[in-house]
């Protein structure tokens, strides 16, 4: 079962990057490597609990789509997206965001697994993990961005 733990300090009060991290608006821009975009559900805006995101982008030069549902909210300590259909077999991702003198430590615990039982663990192993943890870091580089500086007034 793959799960990994990523932290970003982030020079921000905690109700703007909790903010920024639920914006589809944000989350897009923060993906554009990978062509992720927002295609059913919540589409623009701030994504809120028991609401649902059909994201679409290309990994491994191959479009797919994910379906995931706000599943845990507690502004703006922390909230949970899971997956309800797409490639893997399971998928949740829990976000916190921890008040620090120096700002918001922003908290990514990432845990999935790939179908095709055998076949899939052993993608998970050789190259899955590290994808999915660098893809996470990638965001959060653009989330810290865009929180430390003005441009995050166009995503919230």
Do not use: C
């Not at 995101?53 to 995931?68: C, D, N, P, S, Y």
């Amino acid at each position: 079962m793959p799960a990994f733990r990523v932290q970003t300090l982030i020079a921000a009060p905690r109700e703007r990057v909790f903010d920024l991290a639920r914006s589809i608006d944000a989350h897009q821009h923060s993906t554009a490597g990978t062509q992720e975009r927002a295609v059913d559900g919540v589409t623009k805006g701030l994504i809120s609990l028991n609401e649902e995101v059909t994201w679409e982008a290309k990994h491994f030069g191959i479009k797919q789509r994910l379906r995931v549902k706000i599943t845990e909210m507690e502004r703006p300590a922390r909230f949970q997206d899971v997956m309800i259909t797409g490639a893997f077999k399971r998928m949740s991702h829990d976000h916190e965001f921890i008040e620090q003198p120096s700002g918001t430590l922003m908290v990514d615990r990432f845990d999935f697994a790939s179908p095709f039982g055998p076949l899939g663990k052993l993608a998970d192993r050789m190259f899955l993990l590290e994808y999915m943890r660098g893809f996470i870091i990638k965001r959060n580089a653009v989330l810290k961005q865009l929180a430390e500086s003005d441009e995050w007034k166009r995503f919230v």
